[in-house]
């Protein structure tokens, strides 16, 4: 009974990402990301804040992204970007004839 309201990014693609900060080791993805978007195209940018961090991306599912770092002693606190392509709709085309 909802419905989806979004802005824009342009690209070469119908994709949706979101983006935050996290002192965790798992990114909760929005529960529309399950339906919306192909599994296998998300992909994770991770910007760690304050200090050298060696985290990286154990797991991606579309409800969840694991996180680790190499030094388990080391928390972790970085920003992130996850983005994916549209499933609900055709693949863009970007290159039309005149």
């Given at each position: 009974g909802m419905r989806l309201q979004h802005g824009v990014a342009e690209g070469p693609?119908?994709?949706?990402?979101?983006r935050g900060r996290t002192k965790s080791n798992v990114i909760e993805l929005p529960d529309y990301w399950v339906d919306l978007v192909h599994e296998d195209s998300i992909t994770v940018q991770l910007t760690p804040v304050g200090r050298f961090q060696m985290v990286f991306i154990a797991e991606i599912s579309p409800q969840?992204?694991?996180l680790k770092n190499v030094n388990p002693f080391c928390s972790i606190d970085c920003f992130y970007v996850v983005q994916a392509e549209r499933i609900d709709i055709d693949k863009l085309v970007v290159e039309l004839e005149r």
């Amino acid at each position: 009974g909802m419905r989806l309201q979004h802005g824009v990014a342009e690209g070469p693609e119908h994709s949706i990402f979101v983006r935050g900060r996290t002192k965790s080791n798992v990114i909760e993805l929005p529960d529309y990301w399950v339906d919306l978007v192909h599994e296998d195209s998300i992909t994770v940018q991770l910007t760690p804040v304050g200090r050298f961090q060696m985290v990286f991306i154990a797991e991606i599912s579309p409800q969840k992204i694991h996180l680790k770092n190499v030094n388990p002693f080391c928390s972790i606190d970085c920003f992130y970007v996850v983005q994916a392509e549209r499933i609900d709709i055709d693949k863009l085309v970007v290159e039309l004839e005149r």
